[in-house]
């Protein structure tokens, strides 16, 4: 059981904007620590997608953004295309936990 | 080009020991943690136990606590996962990756290992 909770899945027609939700708590997100995103096409391993909550690291288009307030952090996609039919995770680190880096529960992207 | 390298897909029966491997090129040595995570087929994420290639420094998820081994040769920079005797439930997907010291993010990941455990 994940501490943090995301929507399972978000759908959108090409082109459109979609956002993820990701819902934590006062002992991570809530806490100051950052938000990370990444995405994970399938049959392939997860790739770093957005770091310290709105970072891109290089290669990534800047349709994708993220920002954090709050004990929440959310990840857009704007131009939705087809190649981003994928699942997305965002993790944190959380201070309350012996295994502190945690990841959400995913949710999965449809391009209708 | 930083690259994390994974062996290969095992099948193995309930019982068995194993030891998969992730092997790192394209950096150097100092600063960096190497996680593992698992991912059974169809489910989530889920961050297992990490160790700092430098000095073998480990930590684990309590759950994973006394079921796995995490070890590391620093002078390969190669990070292991190993059973000594998997069970059905070990069937899954098992990923390295890496994070710089005073990051809190996996900057890069290996490929997966896929882990089947059937009788």
């Known amino acids: 059981q994940s501490v943090l909770t995301q929507p399972p899945s978000v759908s959108g027609a090409p082109g459109q904007r979609v956002t993820i939700s990701c819902t934590g708590s006062?002992?991570?997100?809530?806490?100051?620590?950052?938000v990370h995103w990444y995405q994970q096409l399938p049959g392939t391993a997860p790739k770093l997608l957005i770091y310290?909550?709105?970072n891109r690291p290089s290669g990534v288009p800047d349709r994708f953004s993220g920002s954090k307030s709050g004990t929440s952090a959310s990840l857009a996609i704007t131009g939705l295309q087809a190649e981003d039919e994928a699942d997305y995770y965002c993790?944190?680190?959380?201070?309350?936990?012996?295994?502190?880096?945690?990841f959400g529960t995913g949710t999965k992207v449809i391009v209708l | 080009e930083v690259q994390l390298v994974q062996s290969e897909a095992e099948v193995k029966r309930p019982g068995e020991s194993l030891k998969i491997s992730c092997k790192g090129s394209?950096?150097?040595?100092?600063?960096?943690?190497i996680a593992w995570v698992r991912q059974v087929p169809g489910q989530g994420l889920e961050w297992m136990g990490v160790?700092?290639?430098?000095?073998?420094?480990?930590r684990y998820r309590p759950s994973f606590q006394g079921q796995v081994t995490i070890s590391a040769d620093k002078s390969t920079k190669t990070a292991y996962l190993q059973w000594s005797s998997l069970k059905a439930s070990d069937t899954a997907i098992y990923y390295c990756?890496?994070?710089?010291?005073?990051?809190?993010?996996?900057?890069?990941w290996g490929q997966g290992t896929l882990v089947t455990v059937s009788s």
């Open positions: 990756a890496r994070r710089k010291v005073a990051t809190t993010y996996y900057d890069y």
């Open positions: 394209g950096y150097s040595l100092p600063s960096y943690w």
């Open positions: 160790i700092y290639l430098s000095d073998s420094d480990t």
């Open positions: 006062s002992s991570n997100i809530g806490a100051g620590y950052d």
């Open positions: 310290d909550n709105r």
């Open positions: 993790q944190s680190y959380d201070s309350s936990l012996s295994a502190p880096y945690v």
